[in-house]
């Protein structure tokens, strides 16, 4: 799967689906708190996963994943 700069990959609050690996590009990982500016929580990179607590937990998806630059993912 191909993603451009910006885009938005998991949304916070979500059902998980899926989890994904990073072929190629930069994510930020980023949380919303009620009255404040959004948290960067991590950066991923190429080789690393995300998306898989939610699918392991059954919880909904505690962040989003913002893509920081155009991205291959699996």
């Not at 690393?48 to 607590?53: D, T």
């Amino acid at each position: 799967m191909l993603y451009e700069a910006g885009d938005i990959i998991i949304n916070q609050g979500d059902k998980p689906d899926c989890f994904y690996i990073i072929v190629g590009g930069q994510f930020s990982v980023i949380h919303h708190v009620k009255g404040s500016e959004e948290v960067r929580l991590a950066r991923l990179g190429q080789g690393e996963v995300f998306g898989e607590m939610g699918i392991l937990t059954e919880t909904r998806r505690s962040a989003d994943v913002r893509a920081d630059t155009n991205v291959t993912l699996l």
